[in-house]
């Protein structure tokens, strides 16, 4: 966070000249595209000139939606009303801010840089580090000039590590890169021919690489690697700083891992790896090498090595047609991803099958398109893929970059199935990846074998712009505490969290502590608070630095004696109940509370309760009474504590309906998910799960024929039914049987015929071009949650949570 007012002795020289209507605004987000916005009150844009975009084409517009702060190369006439900043340069600018924030803070910083690898070692090692340490990473491929410093910016007093990629095309760009992540520790992936063009010779770009590590303690790299290993040898003066490991012996074990020998500097280690390709071989001895330096024990970096993970959560493994093996990475395309699914494929292909990628065009990388282009072809050459598909409109023109022994190109990915035949993928691992705009599930359903294909889809972006929406009735000061219980009322905890984690929510809360768990080792390092604390979970608590509530005599007996025989000192928060009777110290217990937290020797880091009927007019007296209660009974508690407490009592519905109560801190559950439980900005919310099934088979049946179990479907015409894959242990609720459930086919609205089964449910698709693996839409912004709680009489809640952990989640950003 830095102030307005502060960003002028920031910029520097950089600076031309300010406007400075409001000081004292907290820059708290930094936005570089119009389109991914984290906040209004408390974010700046920068208009970065790129060589496909402008950011100055999008000032008005957002000056229209509220923004305030905006840094600048040109200013637009009549720009008033507004902070800005015109500067000589936007990405300098942008780096130089996030070079003052990573001053801030005194715990290590890891750098990566290399040729290849960069992405899956920094995901890995912040996988092993965690939950030891609290980890803050490079989201994605975020390691360019402009996502360099978006990943400094996200470091803050919760974490004590940071790990950090960087990337660069050309000379003259390490240097910006160093200046802004100042890293302690350094690690060297490897050097190849990537980024040739952009150097008069491989000597200058292992200099400007090496610009990174100039200032770092220590910097791990592969002895095995000549070059580097000849440039140390002829440069003495790194010898001081240099962390060496070099492979002694290899041995496969089977398909699937093999035994590693390694010598570090720091000793011998003995690795058994969950891998046997060369590439991926190389980045887990890099996390090895870097735990050894951190000096953690052999057995801990073994255990650590043997739960990598060897893909990221969207990539999914797929029986294909004609024998094939499809990879599904159909949701996102960039650079780093691209490696990471290269490297997955690679440790995925079966011995003597060909290799083949289906790519779209890629978009708003920063970057030329043919620059990029032959960036790509060198990680598919590397990778030795025999078959490209290049789908998209500048696929014609960025053939000509690509050397593979074939490439085809299609205008379009309608064009591609049209012309699409089995004999593409017949046998073959095939990597299937695209930009979302460009709909690749749709070639991946062309060439998967039809299983169950029952999914939650979740829409990242729709999430960000619900949070977005709710943070524009709070003041910037009130904090916002997200509701991810419940598996995230279904949604999945872990990705979800990840993304709030990135869009700066101050807290997490979770039900109880194995979720809370379950996040720490996903590498989440937000505050969490477990709400159901039990007597017999405290050593989770400390072990994965959760924050308990204390709701109970009990509880708070049993925490106080477990501090006591541990020697640890526990910080709490306290829930109070004013009249939801659930859990909570009663008024009742004041007396009692009171003297004990004065003997507390932890902090009480807040103080809340719940509204029992926030979403409902006819209660907003004993609601208000609540609200009362509430603060005179925290003002007691702060005045034997002698020190303020952050508080809190409002969820979705009370945010929107008691804004006088928002107090230090919101929760915000269901409206985030795009349920807004008072209807009275449904129409601002977007929504973010959409559930989806497929037909198993199509049948006929006469006039009269009965349809389940119970015979309670009957026919009373000839029709026709598809079978779906989806049913109640699915979470497909049974109340929805006969008729009063529907769901969508083919852009029609079906009827459930008959009773739902525990796997299966039938569907009148009569009239219909209906066909076995055709999509089938369960609900969504058409057939809304809403409308089916209201059909069951129950509340969105319910059927949202209700979506079995079965159901695969796919994740995706429109």
């Known amino acids: 966070m830095v102030l307005a007012r502060e960003l002028a002795d920031i910029l520097g020289d950089n600076l031309i000249q300010e406007q400075l209507l409001f000081p004292d605004v907290e820059i708290r987000f930094l936005n570089t595209d119009s389109r991914k916005l984290s906040s209004i009150q ?45 500067v000589k340069n936007s990405v300098l600018a942008l780096q130089q801010i996030a070079a003052h924030h990573r001053q801030k803070f005194s715990y290590p910083v890891i750098a990566l840089t290399g040729s290849n690898g960069k992405t899956i070692v920094k995901e890995w090692l912040a996988q092993a580090a965690s939950p030891e340490f609290m980890v803050v990473k490079s989201p994605g491929s975020y390691n360019s000039q402009i996502g360099v410093p978006l990943s400094i910016w996200q470091m803050s007093e919760r974490q004590n590590l940071a790990i950090i990629e960087a990337g660069i095309s050309k000379a003259g760009e390490m240097q910006n890169l160093e200046n802004v992540i100042k890293p302690t ?50 440069n003495p003066q790194w010898k001081p700083r240099l962390f060496s490991w070099l492979i002694l012996n290899k041995q496969i074990v089977d398909s699937f891992s093999c035994k590693v020998l390694v010598s570090t500097d720091a000793g011998t280690l003995n690795l058994i790896l ?136 299609y205008s379009s990915t309608e064009q591609f199935i049209e012309q699409a035949s089995e004999s593409i993928v017949e046998g073959r691992t095939v990597l299937i990846k695209g930009a979302r705009k460009f709909q690749f599930e749709r070639i991946v ?23 977005n929406f709710y943070r524009t009735l709070i003041q910037p000061s009130t904090k916002v505490m997200a509701m991810v219980k419940a598996f995230a009322y279904g949604a999945g905890a872990i990705e979800v969290a990840k993304l709030l984690q990135f869009h700066k929510v101050d807290y997490l809360a979770v039900a109880y502590a194995d979720e809370g768990v379950q996040l720490r080792k996903a590498g989440i390092t937000l505050p ?73 020797r932890g902090k009480v880091l807040s103080v809340f309760s719940h509204l029992a009927g926030a979403d409902s007019e006819e209660h907003n007296q004993f609601s208000n009474n609540q609200i009362a209660s509430f603060t005179a009974r925290t003002q007691s508690i702060e005045n034997a504590l002698g020190y303020n407490v952050p508080k809190h009592i409002l969820n979705s519905s009370g945010i929107v309906r008691f804004p006088n109560a928002h107090f230090d801190m919101v929760r915000l559950g269901i409206g985030l998910y795009g349920i807004e439980p008072n ?49 109640y242990s699915d979470g497909f609720d049974r109340r929805l049987s006969n008729g009063i459930g529907e769901v969508i086919v083919q852009d029609t609205r079906c009827k459930i015929i008959g009773s739902v089964c525990m796997d299966m449910t039938m569907v009148d698709v009569t009239g219909l071009n209906a066909k076995v693996g055709d999509d ?39």
Not at 543 to 557: A, D, G, M, N, T
């Open 776 to 814: 089938v839409i369960v609900f969504n912004d058409v057939i809304t949650i809403e409308e089916i709680a209201q059909k069951l009489g129950t509340i969105p809640y319910e059927i949202l949570t209700s979506v079995n952990e079965r159901v695969k989640r796919v994740f995706f950003s429109d």
């Open 42 to 86: 408390n974010a700046i844009f920068f208009a970065i000139v790129g060589p496909r975009n402008n950011g100055h084409q999008y000032l008005e517009e957002l000056k229209e939606k509220g923004f305030q702060n905006f840094v600048l190369e040109t200013i637009p006439e009549q720009f008033t009303k507004t902070n800005f900043w015109q």
């Open 274 to 409: 969950p891998f046997i390709d060369d590439a991926s071989v190389e980045n887990a001895i890099h996390v090895a090498a870097a735990l050894k330096l951190l000096e953690w024990s052999d057995v801990l970096i073994q255990e650590k090595l043997s739960q990598l993970q060897s893909s990221p959560m969207r990539l999914e493994l797929k029986l294909g047609v004609s024998g094939s093996l499809i990879i599904d990475d159909s949701y996102s395309l960039d650079l780093g991803s691209l490696q990471l699914a290269l490297d997955f494929m690679a440790q995925k292909h079966r011995v003597g099958t060909r290799k083949v990628v289906i790519l779209s065009d890629f978009l708003e990388t920063g970057l030329s398109p043919d620059l990029v282009s032959k960036q790509v072809n060198e990680l598919l050459k590397q990778k030795e893929i025999d078959i490209l598909h290049l789908i998209g409109p500048e696929a014609e023109t960025s053939k000509a970059f690509f050397t593979i022994p074939e490439v085809l190109v």
């Open 445 to 467: 359903a062309h060439f998967s074998e039809k299983i169950h294909g029952t999914r939650l889809e979740i829409n990242l972006n729709a999430i960000v712009h619900n949070l």
């Open 679 to 727: 209807n009275q900005h449904q129409d601002q919310l977007k929504t973010v799960a959409s559930l989806k099934t497929t037909i198993s088979q199509i049948r006929q049946i006469p006039k009269g024929t009965t349809v389940s179990y119970g015979r309670r479907g009957v026919a009373e015409t000839d029709l026709t039914i598809a079978t779906l894959a989806i049913g």
């Open 185 to 234: 520790y350094g690690i060297f992936t490897t050097f190849g021919p990537a980024h040739d063009e952009g150097f008069a010779s491989k000597n200058e770009k292992l200099k400007e690489k090496l610009l990174l590590f100039q200032d770092v303690n220590k910097l791990i790299y592969n002895a095995g690697n000549a070059i580097i290993r000849e440039f140390f040898l002829l």
């Open 528 to 600: 969490i608070m477990v709400m159901n604390t039990a007597s017999d979970g405290m050593d989770k608590l400390f072990q994965f630095q959760l924050e308990p509530v204390i709701y109970s005599k009990e509880i708070w007996e049993a925490y106080v004696i477990y501090c006591k025989n541990n020697g640890v000192i526990g910080n709490i928060h306290i829930e109070l109940d004013t009249g939801m009777s659930r859990l909570g110290f009663s008024d009742t217990d004041d007396a009692w509370l009171l003297k004990e937290v004065t003997a507390l």
